[in-house]
């Protein structure tokens, strides 16, 4: 690993190693989040990357610095599926080849995108169920082979590549920042963020956003130092990571503000928000920040700029009725139910009429088969049009003769439903 030059001048020299592959994304403003917000919101787009993520910046920083004996061994990485597509682009660019392990959740679309990215560079490896398990997987075959090992967020050159997005937002800012909100998984983007703006715009808020089934950085803060943390959810698979880098810890400890977290359900609402409002296309990772600008809402003065990083937009279009159930759970949308209906004639008609309004509509309705010669309940899915409809409905189902049983979020059938 190079002695690279953790500062603001590093992260500038990145910059122009980087310029001619790497875009510069828009900074563009979002009317929905700005009313949410109660200041002006911009949206980095670094979903409109050459490989729809920010990940190029780091793998391109750090392979093109490589020496000829090194280029010449190639380079090996892990990847939820964002730096992998990164890694196997850069490798094309400089005629370098690449294996990318990726764990099996990673999306097929981003599967994909890497094959092509590499244009023959590039061999794909999946192996296990979650990035850390391919990322042992990639330093096993480094150290074998030889091969550079181009960690997606804990070496320096990484973290430079990553940081040069405060560049960008820095001089495209129409006036003046207050707030950055920048996605968190193992912590190369908002530390290396951090790096320039401490030295270059210090009275800039830093806010990193974790996702709450996955918050390393928040358990590596609360100990003190990187931890594992047990039982990832890997939802939001781009920043679903068990442990924190070991470089990135004591950045993000020095010079990042805040870090927070936000539920899966709130990420999936807001990615469908960026959808059908902004004409977005993010991926979960890439809808963390817009998430946390609710939760800001009010702390940003009207006068002044909050900036989300939109961080990638990888996502696969049969993820949708995954995140549109996600979402609609969290709002307290849709329920489930288990149903048991007596053997006598009336008994659906009674549901339909007297436990069910007019305005709830019924998504789900299966028998649950109990052995082969009677039927159970019935599992039954309802969608609401308001939350707070929700009261109603649970006091008519207590008047009703009906057994029924609420499906809470937490429970183990509920599992079997998302």
């Known amino acids: 690993m190079t002695g690279a030059d953790l500062s603001a001048n590093g992260v500038e020299r990145a910059a122009e190693r980087i310029a001619r592959v790497v875009r510069r994304t828009p900074l563009e403003r979002s009317e929905r989040l700005s009313a949410a917000a109660g200041a002006g919101v911009l949206l980095k787009r670094e979903d409109l990357q050459q490989v729809r993520s920010y990940k190029i910046r780091g793998a391109y920083h750090l392979i093109s610095s490589l020496t000829e004996d090194e280029r010449g061994r190639g380079v090996v990485c892990a990847s939820a599926g964002n730096h992998g597509q990164g890694v196997a682009a850069s490798c094309a660019a400089l005629g370098i080849d690449a294996r990318v392990y990726v764990p099996g959740n990673t999306p097929r679309q981003k599967r994909q995108r890497i094959m092509a990215l590499g244009r023959g560079r590039a061999e794909l490896i999946v192996t296990g169920s979650s990035y850390d398990e391919a990322g042992a997987a990639a330093l096993a075959d480094a150290e074998t082979t030889g091969a550079v090992h181009v960690h997606p967020f804990d070496d320096p050159r990484t973290i430079l590549g990553q940081g040069t997005v405060a560049v960008e ?52 803060l609360a100990a003190g130092e990187p931890v594992d943390i047990a039982g990832v ?173 609420r499906v809470p979020p937490g429970s183990p059938i509920f599992s079997f439903l998302t």
Request: hydrophobic share 45%.
């Open 169 to 220: 937002i820095a001089s495209q800012a129409p006036g003046p920042l207050h707030t950055v909100l920048v996605p968190v998984g193992g912590g190369g983007l908002v530390s290396g963020m951090a790096l320039w703006l401490r030295e270059r715009s210090p009275g800039v808020r830093i806010v990193g956003v974790e996702p709450a089934g996955a918050p390393s950085m928040t358990a590596a």
């Open 233 to 405: 959810d890997g939802f939001v698979d781009g920043a679903a990571v068990a442990r924190v880098g070991r470089l990135t810890f004591p950045l993000v400890r020095d010079l990042v503000d805040e870090v927070v977290t936000v539920p899966e359900g709130a990420i999936c609402t807001e990615m469908l928000e960026l959808y059908q409002v902004d004409g977005i296309i993010a991926e979960p990772a890439g809808a963390l920040a817009g998430t946390a600008a609710h939760i800001l809402a009010g702390t940003v003065p009207a006068d002044q700029s909050l900036v989300c990083v939109v961080s990638g937009g990888n996502n696969d279009v049969s993820r949708y009725s995954e995140i549109l159930e996600r979402s609609l759970i969290h709002e307290g949308l849709r329920h489930y139910f288990l149903v048991t209906f007596p053997q006598e004639p009336g008994a659906l008609r009674h549901f339909l009429d007297d436990v069910l309004s007019p305005s709830d509509d019924i998504v789900v309705f299966e028998y649950v088969k109990k052995n082969n010669r009677e039927t159970g309940p019935a599992l039954v899915g309802i969608e609401l049009d308001r939350a707070e409809d929700l009261t109603g409905l649970l006091a008519r189902m207590d008047d009703s003769r009906l057994q029924i049983e």
